[in-house]
T-cell receptor
Framework: DTGVSQNPRHKITKRGQNVTFRCDPI?????LYWYRQTLGQGPEFLTY????????KSRLLSDRFSAERPKGSFSTLEIQRTEQGDSAMYLCASSLVRSSYNSPLHFGNGTRLTVT | GENVEQHPSTLSVQEGDSAVIKCTYS??????FPWYKQELGKRPQLIID?????GEKKDQRIAVTLNKTAKHFSLHITETQPEDSAVYFCAASMSGNSGYALNFGKGTSLLVTP
C-alpha cells in the first residue's frame, strides 16, 4: 500500500501522559500536514512541513503540541501532558507541490486518541 | 483567516434522486476547492476538486460548481445510490503561510435510502 500510513491506529492514555504519533507520507510527496478531527466536525489544520522544514505552526492548539519531520520523510506529532480535551482523531495528509503543480491532499487513516 | 460554511448538516434522499450540498468561503484569495467523502471510521477521500479558473467540473455522477464572485461552491450528486451514504466535507485552500493546507466545512451527513 503506497498511501499515507499512520501509527498507532488507536491510543488510550491517562491524563498527564505524553503521547507520540507517527505518519509516513506517500514517498514522493514533499508536503506533510497534520489535522485534528473531533466528532461531528471537519478536520482542523494544525501544522505542515515542506520537506523537513516546519513552515506553519501557529495553529497548533497549545505549546503542549509539537511536530517534527527530521529527515523530510516520516513525521511525528507529540502531545505532552495530555488532557481529556485532546481526545480526537489525528489525521496526517501529504501532497506534492511543485512550482506549477499542486497535487490534492491524501489522508491517512488517522490515530484515534482517547485520554482517560 | 478562511472560514468555510457548509449546508445542510444532514441530508436524506431516496435512491435515484439528486443531492446538493452547498459551501461558502470567506477568503477571496482561496483558489482550490476539493470535496472529500468520509465513511464511518475511515479516512477522508477526495472525490472531486475544482480550481478557481474553472466554473464547473463533472466526473460521472458527481459535479462541482464554483461561483467566485459570490464565493460559494456546490457538490451535485445525481442518481444517488445507497453506497453514496457518508459524510461529505467541502474545503478551501488557505492562502498565506499555510502552504495550500485546507480549511474544511463541518460536513454534511448524506443518507441515501433504498
Amino acid at each position: 500500500d503506497t498511501g499515507v500510513s499512520q501509527n498507532p491506529r488507536h491510543k488510550i492514555t491517562k491524563r498527564g501522559q505524553n503521547v507520540t504519533f507517527r505518519c509516513d507520507p506517500i514517498s514522493e510527496h514533499n508536503r506533510l500536514y497534520w489535522y485534528r478531527q473531533t466528532l461531528g466536525q471537519g478536520p482542523e489544520f494544525l501544522t505542515y512541513f515542506q520537506n523537513e522544514a516546519q513552515l506553519e505552526k501557529s495553529r497548533l492548539l497549545s505549546d503542549r503540541f509539537s511536530a517534527e519531520r527530521p529527515k523530510g520523510s516520516f513525521s511525528t506529532l507529540e502531545i505532552q501532558r495530555t488532557e481529556q480535551g485532546d481526545s480526537a482523531m489525528y489525521l496526517c495528509a501529504s501532497s506534492l507541490v511543485r512550482s506549477s503543480y499542486n497535487s490534492p491532499l491524501h489522508f491517512g487513516n488517522g490515530t484515534r486518541l482517547t485520554v482517560t | 483567516g478562511e472560514n468555510v460554511e457548509q449546508h445542510p448538516s444532514t441530508l436524506s434522499v431516496q435512491e435515484g434522486d439528486s443531492a446538493v450540498i452547498k459551501c461558502t468561503y470567506s477568503d477571496s484569495a482561496s483558489n482550490y476547492f476539493p470535496w472529500y467523502k468520509q465513511e464511518l471510521g475511515k479516512r477522508p477521500q477526495l472525490i472531486i476538486d475544482i480550481r478557481s479558473n474553472v466554473g464547473e467540473k463533472k466526473d460521472q455522477r458527481i459535479a462541482v460548481t464554483l461561483n467566485k464572485t459570490a464565493k460559494h461552491f456546490s457538490l451535485h450528486i445525481t442518481e444517488t445510490q445507497p453506497e453514496d451514504s457518508a459524510v461529505y466535507f467541502c474545503a478551501a485552500s488557505m492562502s498565506g503561510n499555510s502552504g495550500y493546507a485546507l480549511n474544511f466545512g463541518k460536513g454534511t451527513s448524506l443518507l441515501v435510502t433504498p
